[in-house]
Protein backbone atom coordinates (compact mmCIF):
# COMPACT_ATOMS: atom_id res chain seq x y z
CA UNK A 1 0.00 0.00 0.00
CA UNK A 2 0.76 3.86 -0.73
CA UNK A 3 -0.89 6.51 0.96
CA UNK A 4 1.55 9.17 -0.42
CA UNK A 5 0.25 11.10 -3.13
CA UNK A 6 2.03 12.18 -6.29
CA UNK A 7 3.57 15.54 -7.06
CA UNK A 8 1.15 16.00 -9.91
CA UNK A 9 -1.88 14.99 -7.34
CA UNK A 10 -0.47 18.09 -5.00
CA UNK A 11 0.22 20.19 -7.40
CA UNK A 12 -3.66 20.44 -7.83
CA UNK A 13 -4.36 20.44 -4.65
CA UNK A 14 -2.31 23.32 -4.06
CA UNK A 15 -3.46 25.07 -7.36
CA UNK A 16 -6.92 24.53 -5.95
CA UNK A 17 -6.35 26.05 -2.49
CA UNK A 18 -4.56 28.90 -4.09
CA UNK A 19 -7.53 29.62 -6.12
CA UNK A 20 -10.14 29.05 -3.65
CA UNK A 21 -8.36 31.76 -1.20
CA UNK A 22 -7.51 34.30 -4.12
CA UNK A 23 -11.30 34.40 -5.92
CA UNK A 24 -13.56 32.23 -4.16
CA UNK A 25 -13.01 34.04 -0.81
CA UNK A 26 -13.34 37.91 -0.86
CA UNK A 27 -16.73 37.70 -2.23
CA UNK A 28 -18.01 34.06 -0.76
CA UNK A 29 -20.15 36.07 1.95
CA UNK A 30 -21.77 38.87 -0.25
CA UNK A 31 -22.51 35.74 -3.04
CA UNK A 32 -24.10 34.34 0.22
CA UNK A 33 -26.23 36.76 0.89
CA UNK A 34 -27.24 37.45 -2.34
CA UNK A 35 -27.56 34.09 -3.85
CA UNK A 36 -25.45 35.41 -6.84
CA UNK A 37 -24.03 32.66 -9.22
CA UNK A 38 -19.80 32.51 -9.62
CA UNK A 39 -19.91 33.48 -13.00
CA UNK A 40 -16.83 35.33 -13.27
CA UNK A 41 -14.91 32.29 -11.25
CA UNK A 42 -16.57 29.91 -13.47
CA UNK A 43 -15.12 31.30 -16.42
CA UNK A 44 -11.58 31.39 -14.90
CA UNK A 45 -12.07 27.80 -13.69
CA UNK A 46 -12.61 27.05 -16.87
CA UNK A 47 -9.55 28.23 -18.01
CA UNK A 48 -7.42 26.86 -15.22
CA UNK A 49 -8.72 22.86 -16.39
CA UNK A 50 -11.48 22.10 -13.54
CA UNK A 51 -13.56 21.47 -16.14
CA UNK A 52 -13.99 18.12 -17.82
CA UNK A 53 -10.81 17.69 -14.81
CA UNK A 54 -11.06 13.89 -15.81
CA UNK A 55 -12.15 13.71 -18.88
CA UNK A 56 -9.59 11.63 -22.02
CA UNK A 57 -7.29 14.75 -23.27
CA UNK A 58 -8.73 13.83 -26.75
CA UNK A 59 -12.21 15.34 -25.99
CA UNK A 60 -9.64 18.28 -24.51
CA UNK A 61 -9.89 17.15 -20.72
CA UNK A 62 -7.68 17.36 -18.41
CA UNK A 63 -6.89 13.49 -18.26
CA UNK A 64 -6.40 13.70 -14.24
CA UNK A 65 -6.89 10.82 -12.44
CA UNK A 66 -10.32 10.53 -9.23
CA UNK A 67 -7.82 11.05 -6.55
CA UNK A 68 -6.75 14.52 -7.85
CA UNK A 69 -10.55 15.35 -8.70
CA UNK A 70 -11.61 15.02 -4.99
CA UNK A 71 -8.24 16.80 -3.67
CA UNK A 72 -9.36 19.73 -5.59
CA UNK A 73 -12.88 19.34 -5.06
CA UNK A 74 -12.43 19.43 -0.72
CA UNK A 75 -10.02 22.57 -1.45
CA UNK A 76 -13.28 24.66 -3.17
CA UNK A 77 -15.63 22.99 -0.52
CA UNK A 78 -13.33 24.52 2.51
CA UNK A 79 -13.92 27.87 1.18
CA UNK A 80 -17.15 28.17 -1.01
CA UNK A 81 -19.53 24.82 -1.13
CA UNK A 82 -21.52 26.29 -3.80
CA UNK A 83 -18.47 26.33 -6.36
CA UNK A 84 -17.60 22.77 -5.53
CA UNK A 85 -20.97 21.56 -6.19
CA UNK A 86 -21.44 22.97 -9.50
CA UNK A 87 -17.72 21.73 -10.35
CA UNK A 88 -19.16 18.12 -9.00
CA UNK A 89 -22.45 18.02 -10.88
CA UNK A 90 -20.45 18.81 -14.11
CA UNK A 91 -17.51 16.56 -13.44
CA UNK A 92 -19.18 13.48 -11.75
CA UNK A 93 -22.35 13.31 -13.51
CA UNK A 94 -22.42 15.49 -16.87
CA UNK A 95 -18.72 14.73 -18.26
CA UNK A 96 -18.34 11.30 -16.58
CA UNK A 97 -21.69 10.31 -18.17
CA UNK A 98 -20.80 11.61 -21.38
CA UNK A 99 -17.57 10.08 -21.54
CA UNK A 100 -18.34 6.73 -20.71
CA UNK A 101 -22.36 5.83 -21.51
CA UNK A 102 -22.50 7.93 -24.65
CA UNK A 103 -21.53 6.66 -27.92
CA UNK A 104 -18.96 8.01 -30.18
CA UNK A 105 -20.82 10.85 -32.18
CA UNK A 106 -22.22 11.98 -29.27
CA UNK A 107 -19.32 12.50 -26.98
CA UNK A 108 -18.03 14.20 -30.22
CA UNK A 109 -20.97 16.41 -30.20
CA UNK A 110 -21.22 17.14 -26.81
CA UNK A 111 -17.81 16.54 -24.60
CA UNK A 112 -15.62 19.57 -25.80
CA UNK A 113 -17.58 22.13 -25.17
CA UNK A 114 -18.15 20.45 -21.55
CA UNK A 115 -14.30 19.79 -21.00
CA UNK A 116 -13.23 23.14 -21.78
CA UNK A 117 -15.86 24.57 -19.38
CA UNK A 118 -17.64 26.92 -22.88
CA UNK A 119 -20.89 24.82 -21.17
CA UNK A 120 -21.68 23.77 -18.30
CA UNK A 121 -23.64 20.57 -17.51
CA UNK A 122 -26.68 20.18 -15.51
CA UNK A 123 -27.96 16.45 -14.49
CA UNK A 124 -32.22 16.38 -14.19
CA UNK A 125 -33.41 13.33 -12.14
CA UNK A 126 -35.25 14.52 -9.19
CA UNK A 127 -39.18 15.09 -9.82
CA UNK A 128 -41.64 16.64 -7.73
CA UNK A 129 -42.98 13.47 -6.55
CA UNK A 130 -39.70 11.16 -6.99
CA UNK A 131 -36.40 12.14 -5.60
CA UNK A 132 -35.28 9.02 -3.13
CA UNK A 133 -37.45 6.60 -4.88
CA UNK A 134 -36.52 8.10 -8.64
CA UNK A 135 -38.73 5.12 -10.09
CA UNK A 136 -41.25 6.99 -9.80
CA UNK A 137 -40.91 9.04 -12.94
CA UNK A 138 -43.56 11.35 -14.08
CA UNK A 139 -41.45 13.09 -17.01
CA UNK A 140 -42.84 11.27 -20.32
CA UNK A 141 -40.23 10.84 -23.04
CA UNK A 142 -42.52 9.69 -25.84
CA UNK A 143 -41.26 7.73 -28.68
CA UNK A 144 -42.30 9.45 -31.96
CA UNK A 145 -40.08 7.70 -34.00
CA UNK A 146 -37.09 9.51 -35.32
CA UNK A 147 -37.55 11.95 -31.83
CA UNK A 148 -39.00 11.96 -28.31
CA UNK A 149 -41.03 14.67 -27.08
CA UNK A 150 -40.40 15.65 -23.35
CA UNK A 151 -43.47 16.76 -21.03
CA UNK A 152 -42.96 17.13 -16.81
CA UNK A 153 -41.24 19.01 -14.32
CA UNK A 154 -37.73 18.23 -12.91
CA UNK A 155 -36.90 20.05 -9.30
CA UNK A 156 -34.43 20.92 -7.26
CA UNK A 157 -31.85 21.15 -10.61
CA UNK A 158 -28.23 22.34 -9.84
CA UNK A 159 -26.67 24.89 -12.57
CA UNK A 160 -30.36 25.01 -14.25
CA UNK A 161 -29.82 28.48 -15.66
CA UNK A 162 -26.47 28.35 -16.17
CA UNK A 163 -25.48 24.95 -18.17
CA UNK A 164 -25.68 24.54 -21.51
CA UNK A 165 -26.06 21.20 -21.33
CA UNK A 166 -28.85 19.12 -19.63
CA UNK A 167 -28.62 15.28 -18.82
CA UNK A 168 -32.30 14.13 -18.69
CA UNK A 169 -34.14 11.28 -17.46
CA UNK A 170 -37.50 10.65 -18.54
CA UNK A 171 -40.16 8.21 -18.76
CA UNK A 172 -41.00 6.21 -22.23
CA UNK A 173 -42.93 3.06 -21.47
CA UNK A 174 -44.36 2.95 -17.87
CA UNK A 175 -45.43 -0.95 -18.43
CA UNK A 176 -41.89 -1.57 -18.29
CA UNK A 177 -41.59 0.54 -15.04
CA UNK A 178 -37.84 1.64 -14.26
CA UNK A 179 -36.56 -0.40 -17.83
CA UNK A 180 -38.60 1.59 -19.76
CA UNK A 181 -37.00 4.95 -18.43
CA UNK A 182 -34.25 6.68 -20.65
CA UNK A 183 -31.60 9.25 -20.76
CA UNK A 184 -31.10 11.94 -22.83
CA UNK A 185 -28.68 15.02 -23.69
CA UNK A 186 -30.27 17.95 -25.00
CA UNK A 187 -29.16 21.56 -25.06
CA UNK A 188 -30.98 23.80 -21.73
CA UNK A 189 -32.04 26.60 -24.66
CA UNK A 190 -34.28 23.55 -26.64
CA UNK A 191 -37.59 24.90 -27.58
CA UNK A 192 -40.44 24.45 -24.50
CA UNK A 193 -37.74 24.64 -21.57
CA UNK A 194 -38.74 26.89 -19.10
CA UNK A 195 -37.14 27.52 -15.47
CA UNK A 196 -38.71 27.90 -12.05
CA UNK A 197 -37.91 30.59 -9.62
CA UNK A 198 -34.78 30.25 -7.89
CA UNK A 199 -35.35 28.55 -5.36
CA UNK A 200 -34.05 30.39 -1.62
CA UNK A 201 -31.93 28.11 -0.59
CA UNK A 202 -30.53 27.28 3.46
CA UNK A 203 -27.09 27.15 2.17
CA UNK A 204 -25.30 26.07 -1.50
CA UNK A 205 -27.27 29.99 -1.89
CA UNK A 206 -24.76 30.94 -4.98
CA UNK A 207 -25.27 27.61 -6.88
CA UNK A 208 -28.49 28.17 -8.93
CA UNK A 209 -31.44 25.76 -8.13
CA UNK A 210 -34.17 25.91 -10.04
CA UNK A 211 -37.49 23.53 -11.38
CA UNK A 212 -37.11 22.47 -15.09
CA UNK A 213 -40.18 22.40 -16.78
CA UNK A 214 -40.53 20.37 -20.24
CA UNK A 215 -43.22 21.24 -22.87
CA UNK A 216 -43.45 19.37 -26.05
CA UNK A 217 -39.84 19.70 -25.79
CA UNK A 218 -38.23 17.60 -29.19
CA UNK A 219 -35.21 15.65 -28.50
CA UNK A 220 -33.73 13.69 -31.82
CA UNK A 221 -34.08 10.30 -31.40
CA UNK A 222 -29.42 10.11 -31.67
CA UNK A 223 -29.37 12.14 -28.01
CA UNK A 224 -30.57 9.16 -26.35
CA UNK A 225 -27.78 7.89 -24.19
CA UNK A 226 -27.45 3.85 -24.93
CA UNK A 227 -30.12 1.24 -25.63
CA UNK A 228 -33.51 1.76 -25.20
CA UNK A 229 -34.48 1.34 -21.33
CA UNK A 230 -30.81 1.98 -20.27
CA UNK A 231 -32.04 5.65 -18.07
CA UNK A 232 -32.67 4.23 -14.87
CA UNK A 233 -29.39 1.98 -14.94
CA UNK A 234 -27.48 4.93 -16.15
CA UNK A 235 -28.45 7.63 -13.31
CA UNK A 236 -27.89 5.07 -10.28
CA UNK A 237 -24.48 4.30 -12.39
CA UNK A 238 -23.87 8.13 -12.04
CA UNK A 239 -24.42 8.75 -8.66
CA UNK A 240 -22.42 5.75 -7.74
CA UNK A 241 -19.55 8.06 -8.78
CA UNK A 242 -21.41 11.36 -7.73
CA UNK A 243 -21.13 10.46 -3.86
CA UNK A 244 -17.53 10.37 -4.30
CA UNK A 245 -17.21 14.06 -4.85
CA UNK A 246 -20.31 15.13 -2.32
CA UNK A 247 -18.33 13.17 -0.16
CA UNK A 248 -15.24 15.12 -0.96
CA UNK A 249 -17.26 18.67 -0.91
CA UNK A 250 -18.82 17.28 2.59
CA UNK A 251 -15.03 16.86 3.73
CA UNK A 252 -14.39 20.11 2.57
CA UNK A 253 -16.88 22.03 4.27
CA UNK A 254 -15.95 20.52 7.60
CA UNK A 255 -12.55 20.93 6.88
CA UNK A 256 -13.18 24.35 6.56
CA UNK A 257 -15.21 24.59 9.98
CA UNK A 258 -12.33 22.94 11.36
CA UNK A 259 -9.67 25.23 10.35
CA UNK A 260 -11.48 27.89 11.39
CA UNK A 261 -12.27 26.21 14.87
CA UNK A 262 -8.88 25.82 15.60
CA UNK A 263 -7.45 29.01 14.91
CA UNK A 264 -10.54 30.31 16.80
CA UNK A 265 -9.97 28.18 19.90
CA UNK A 266 -6.10 29.44 19.91
CA UNK A 267 -6.80 32.30 20.29
CA UNK A 268 -10.16 32.91 22.15
CA UNK A 269 -9.50 33.49 26.05
CA UNK A 270 -11.81 32.67 28.69
CA UNK A 271 -11.02 31.56 32.59
CA UNK A 272 -7.49 33.26 31.98
CA UNK A 273 -6.68 30.96 28.84
CA UNK A 274 -6.80 30.19 25.53
CA UNK A 275 -10.64 27.84 25.14
CA UNK A 276 -8.36 25.35 23.79
CA UNK A 277 -6.60 24.57 27.11
CA UNK A 278 -10.14 23.79 28.53
CA UNK A 279 -10.45 19.85 27.66
CA UNK A 280 -14.43 20.23 26.94
CA UNK A 281 -12.71 22.32 23.69
CA UNK A 282 -9.84 19.70 23.35
CA UNK A 283 -11.41 17.14 22.82
CA UNK A 284 -14.51 18.26 20.87
CA UNK A 285 -11.27 19.09 18.45
CA UNK A 286 -9.87 15.84 18.80
CA UNK A 287 -13.40 13.99 18.06
CA UNK A 288 -13.63 16.95 14.76
CA UNK A 289 -10.23 15.36 14.07
CA UNK A 290 -10.80 11.85 13.74
CA UNK A 291 -14.21 12.16 11.61
CA UNK A 292 -12.11 14.57 9.00
CA UNK A 293 -9.16 11.73 8.75
CA UNK A 294 -11.77 8.85 8.31
CA UNK A 295 -14.40 10.99 5.68
CA UNK A 296 -10.95 11.58 3.93
CA UNK A 297 -9.38 7.88 4.14
CA UNK A 298 -12.82 6.81 2.75
CA UNK A 299 -13.14 9.16 -0.05
CA UNK A 300 -10.09 8.53 -1.03
CA UNK A 301 -10.75 4.87 -1.33
CA UNK A 302 -13.44 5.20 -3.10
CA UNK A 303 -11.51 7.56 -5.56
CA UNK A 304 -8.62 4.62 -5.59
CA UNK A 305 -11.08 2.37 -6.44
CA UNK A 306 -12.66 4.26 -9.42
CA UNK A 307 -9.60 5.02 -10.87
CA UNK A 308 -8.11 1.23 -10.92
CA UNK A 309 -11.40 0.20 -12.50
CA UNK A 310 -13.00 -1.49 -9.06
CA UNK A 311 -16.03 -2.03 -8.05
CA UNK A 312 -16.89 1.54 -5.59
CA UNK A 313 -20.52 1.81 -4.98
CA UNK A 314 -20.56 0.34 -1.60
CA UNK A 315 -17.26 2.57 -0.74
CA UNK A 316 -18.69 5.80 -2.55
CA UNK A 317 -21.98 5.23 -0.45
CA UNK A 318 -20.15 4.62 2.54
CA UNK A 319 -18.06 7.41 1.90
CA UNK A 320 -21.35 9.45 1.10
CA UNK A 321 -23.04 8.96 4.33
CA UNK A 322 -20.25 8.99 6.99
CA UNK A 323 -18.80 12.47 5.38
CA UNK A 324 -22.43 14.15 4.87
CA UNK A 325 -23.33 13.31 8.41
CA UNK A 326 -19.80 13.84 9.99
CA UNK A 327 -19.80 17.49 8.12
CA UNK A 328 -22.91 18.03 9.86
CA UNK A 329 -21.34 17.51 13.48
CA UNK A 330 -17.99 18.99 12.85
CA UNK A 331 -19.54 22.00 11.55
CA UNK A 332 -22.00 22.10 14.64
CA UNK A 333 -19.17 21.94 16.70
CA UNK A 334 -17.53 24.50 15.45
CA UNK A 335 -20.24 27.25 15.43
CA UNK A 336 -20.17 26.19 18.98
CA UNK A 337 -16.67 26.84 19.77
CA UNK A 338 -16.83 30.16 18.21
CA UNK A 339 -19.95 30.86 20.82
CA UNK A 340 -21.50 33.38 19.99
CA UNK A 341 -19.24 35.05 17.27
CA UNK A 342 -19.68 31.22 15.51
CA UNK A 343 -23.60 32.46 15.24
CA UNK A 344 -23.06 35.30 13.01
CA UNK A 345 -22.28 35.57 9.17
CA UNK A 346 -18.84 37.21 9.50
CA UNK A 347 -17.24 34.18 11.16
CA UNK A 348 -18.08 32.08 7.96
CA UNK A 349 -18.84 28.70 10.01
CA UNK A 350 -22.57 29.47 10.60
CA UNK A 351 -22.20 29.58 6.12
CA UNK A 352 -20.41 26.32 6.48
CA UNK A 353 -22.91 24.37 8.58
CA UNK A 354 -25.73 25.55 6.43
CA UNK A 355 -23.92 23.97 3.28
CA UNK A 356 -22.77 20.74 5.22
CA UNK A 357 -26.65 20.01 5.75
CA UNK A 358 -27.56 19.31 2.32
CA UNK A 359 -24.53 17.24 1.25
CA UNK A 360 -27.28 14.45 3.79
CA UNK A 361 -29.83 15.34 1.21
CA UNK A 362 -28.52 14.95 -2.30
CA UNK A 363 -27.61 12.70 -4.81
CA UNK A 364 -28.81 10.20 -2.15
CA UNK A 365 -30.33 11.11 1.32
CA UNK A 366 -28.17 9.57 4.26
CA UNK A 367 -31.24 7.42 4.74
CA UNK A 368 -30.52 5.78 1.33
CA UNK A 369 -27.21 5.38 1.08
CA UNK A 370 -27.91 3.71 4.59
CA UNK A 371 -30.18 0.96 2.17
CA UNK A 372 -27.28 0.99 -0.30
CA UNK A 373 -24.97 -0.58 2.06
CA UNK A 374 -27.16 -2.81 4.14
CA UNK A 375 -28.29 -4.22 0.68
CA UNK A 376 -24.79 -4.60 -0.42
CA UNK A 377 -23.50 -6.35 3.11
CA UNK A 378 -26.35 -8.52 3.41
CA UNK A 379 -26.56 -9.68 -0.35
CA UNK A 380 -22.39 -10.45 0.02
C1 LIG B 1 -29.74 22.12 -3.22
C2 LIG B 1 -30.18 20.88 -3.94
C3 LIG B 1 -29.62 20.57 -5.17
C4 LIG B 1 -30.03 19.43 -5.88
N1 LIG B 1 -29.53 19.18 -7.11
C5 LIG B 1 -30.08 18.19 -7.87
C6 LIG B 1 -29.70 18.03 -9.25
O1 LIG B 1 -28.83 18.74 -9.78
N2 LIG B 1 -30.32 17.05 -9.96
C7 LIG B 1 -31.27 16.23 -9.44
O2 LIG B 1 -31.78 15.37 -10.15
N3 LIG B 1 -31.64 16.36 -8.12
C8 LIG B 1 -31.08 17.33 -7.34
N4 LIG B 1 -31.47 17.48 -6.02
C9 LIG B 1 -32.52 16.62 -5.49
C10 LIG B 1 -32.05 15.63 -4.44
O3 LIG B 1 -31.27 14.63 -5.02
C11 LIG B 1 -33.30 15.11 -3.71
O4 LIG B 1 -33.81 16.18 -2.93
C12 LIG B 1 -32.99 13.91 -2.84
O5 LIG B 1 -32.72 12.78 -3.62
C13 LIG B 1 -34.14 13.58 -1.88
O6 LIG B 1 -35.36 13.51 -2.56
P1 LIG B 1 -36.63 14.32 -1.99
O7 LIG B 1 -36.23 15.70 -1.75
O8 LIG B 1 -37.77 14.06 -2.89
O9 LIG B 1 -36.93 13.65 -0.57
P2 LIG B 1 -37.77 12.31 -0.30
O10 LIG B 1 -37.32 11.25 -1.22
O11 LIG B 1 -39.22 12.66 -0.29
O12 LIG B 1 -37.32 11.97 1.16
C14 LIG B 1 -37.85 12.60 2.33
C15 LIG B 1 -37.25 11.90 3.55
O13 LIG B 1 -37.67 10.52 3.56
C16 LIG B 1 -36.54 9.67 3.62
N5 LIG B 1 -36.82 8.44 2.86
C17 LIG B 1 -37.31 8.32 1.60
N6 LIG B 1 -37.39 7.03 1.26
C18 LIG B 1 -36.92 6.31 2.31
C19 LIG B 1 -36.73 4.91 2.57
N7 LIG B 1 -37.04 4.00 1.66
N8 LIG B 1 -36.25 4.56 3.77
C20 LIG B 1 -35.90 5.49 4.69
N9 LIG B 1 -36.04 6.81 4.50
C21 LIG B 1 -36.54 7.22 3.34
C22 LIG B 1 -35.39 10.49 3.00
O14 LIG B 1 -34.13 10.01 3.41
C23 LIG B 1 -35.71 11.87 3.54
O15 LIG B 1 -35.25 12.00 4.86
C24 LIG B 1 -31.01 18.58 -5.29
C25 LIG B 1 -31.54 18.88 -4.04
C26 LIG B 1 -31.17 20.03 -3.37
C27 LIG B 1 -31.78 20.33 -2.04
Known sequence: MNFEFTEEQ?????AARDFAVRELLPDVLERDASSRFPARQMKMLAELGFFGMCVDPKYDGGGMD????VLALEEFAKIDASAAVVLAVH???ACYGIEHYANEEQKQRFLPALARGEKIGAFLLSE???GSDATSQKTTAEDKGDYYLI????NWITSADNAGTYIVIAQTDREKKHKGINAFILDRHSPGISLGPHEDKMGMRSSDTHSVMFTDVKVPKENRIGEDGFGFSFAMKLLDGGRIGIAAQAIGIAGGAFDLA???SKERKAFGTEICNHQAIAFKLAEMAVKL???RNLVLKSAWLKDNGLPYGLQSAMAKQYCADSAMEITTEAVQIHGGYGYVKEYHVERLMREAKVTQIYEGTSEIQKIVISRTILKD
Request: aromatic share 8%.
Open 128 to 130: PEA
Open 151 to 154: NGTK
Open 262 to 264: LKY
Open 293 to 295: ENG
Open 66 to 69: NISY
Open 91 to 93: NSL
Open 10 to 14: LMIKQ
